[in-house]
């Protein structure tokens, strides 16, 4: 970790124990409101006094909880060694990274954090006409492809058997969907004109969020005429929540409910400090539309204008159940954990996403990260990649 990193750490840290006290002075607040509003004009006098104080002491404790954390990061930021590799060159620290990134990454984008993650692709193997991008989730980076099995990856296996050169994105997953899309887009483009052969053919693997940020890519690059779009001819979506995310709701929810009362309003603000990217998950939007000049934490209300696919691409979904089958009892209440199979294929009551009836896939008995790295996906990615064009577009 680079001394900068360790600094920063240490500023979050501070502001993490600060934060607590202003918890505290907030649900301090909202209790003796209630009481000096039953108090009525009798009890004024009582609260000036309290006010006072109380914006007093809690400044001064927030100012002294803070200090510790980022005196003792300076300290031991001064021993790190100038050439020190940063956090994210090593496996546990690119996953603390995207992990906090998922989580608080709009404010680590905001305040120009040496811990916020910058978008950036790396790629494996020689440099064919053949592309495979694959962008990971939320809370991940591009190490997420091989985390949990010692399996090859699915960028090896198409490597070795279908000649593509795999390209893995790393990105700051709290910062909106249509951002990172955007991000995405430039980013391929400036790929694709500095590649050193001609591109051909360009395949898209987006494992849950990563599949909305590529869709959210393609519509923005067809609308800038992106020479990325022209040679795209696939797109797939392992496990993405098109239709939203259940916990994301529930998250939603209560905090609205603990806002409305005074004694639980500081806890309204802990729930709601999440990134706007986990908050894009509520009913998975891809478009600067779906949130310009809105409340982000408004109660349960679908605002998503659905992108049309590309034409000259196909899409496809696969989603997981913990049941078997995709209607067992539980996989339609916990789907593979944290989406459910209706959102992953596009199929709601009300919405429902483009996907054609032979370009999907239901995973039974696995989880929402089996999608990651399993035998049956790929063999399915495979047959998909190499079945005719013709019939790929039916």
């Known amino acids: 970790m680079r001394a900068s990193e360790m600094r920063e750490v240490g500023r979050l840290a501070g502001e993490a124990l600060g934060g607590f006290a202003s918890f505290v002075g907030d649900m301090h607040e909202g209790i003796a409101s209630r009481t000096f509003r039953a108090l009525g004009p009798l009890g ?20 002294a909880l803070a200090a510790g954390p980022r005196s003792g990061a ?15 060159a090593s496996r546990a620290g690119s996953l603390a990274l995207g992990a906090l990134n998922g989580a608080i ?19 494996e193997g020689p440099r064919t006409s053949k592309l495979a ?90 609308e800038q005429e992106a020479l990325w779009v022209g040679p795209l001819r696939h797109v797939f979506c392992l496990g993405t929540p098109h239709l939203g995310a259940p916990l994301e709701k529930a998250a939603n929810v209560a905090g609205w409910a603990l806002g409305r009362l005074p004694e639980t309003r500081a806890f309204a603000k802990v729930v709601n400090g999440r990134s706007v990217g986990i908050k894009d998950l509520r009913f998975g939007s891809c478009s600067e539309a779906d949130w310009c000049d809105c409340d982000p934490d408004e109660f349960l209300r679908n605002r998503c204008q659905d992108v049309p696919f590309l034409e000259t691409a196909t899409y496809y979904f696969i989603g997981a159940t913990l049941s078997r089958g995709e209607r067992g009892m539980l996989g339609q209440l916990a789907g593979d954990l944290l989406v459910r199979y209706p959102s992953a294929s596009g199929t709601g009551r009300r919405r429902r996403i483009g996907f054609e009836i032979d370009n999907g896939r239901h995973l039974g008995g696995a989880t929402h990260f089996h999608l990651l790295n399993h035998p049956a996906v790929y063999e399915q990615l495979r047959s998909w990649l190499t079945r005719p064009r013709a019939l790929a577009a039916v």
């Open 105 to 123: 990454g709009d404010a680590l984008h905001r305040s120009g954090s040496d811990l916020a993650l910058e978008m950036t692709v790396r790629h």
């Open 74 to 88: 300076g300290l031991v930021a001064r021993r790190v060694p100038a050439d020190a590799l940063p956090a994210s």
């Open 133 to 222: 991008v694959f962008v990971h989730g939320l809370c991940e980076t591009d190490d997420a492809w091989r985390l949990l099995s010692d399996r090859p990856t699915y960028g090896d296996l198409l490597s070795a058997q279908l000649g593509y050169t795999p390209v893995y994105v790393r990105y700051n997953t709290g910062l909106h969907i249509s951002d990172n899309g955007r991000r995405l887009s430039d980013l391929l483009d400036t790929l694709v004109r500095d590649w050193p052969v001609r591109v051909e053919e360009i395949v898209l693997v987006g494992h849950s969020m990563g599949g909305l940020v590529s869709r959210s890519a393609c519509h923005q690059g067809h």
């Open 44 to 63: 004024v006098p009582t609260r000036l006094v309290h006010e006072r104080a109380t914006r007093t002491i809690y400044p001064a404790v927030r100012r």
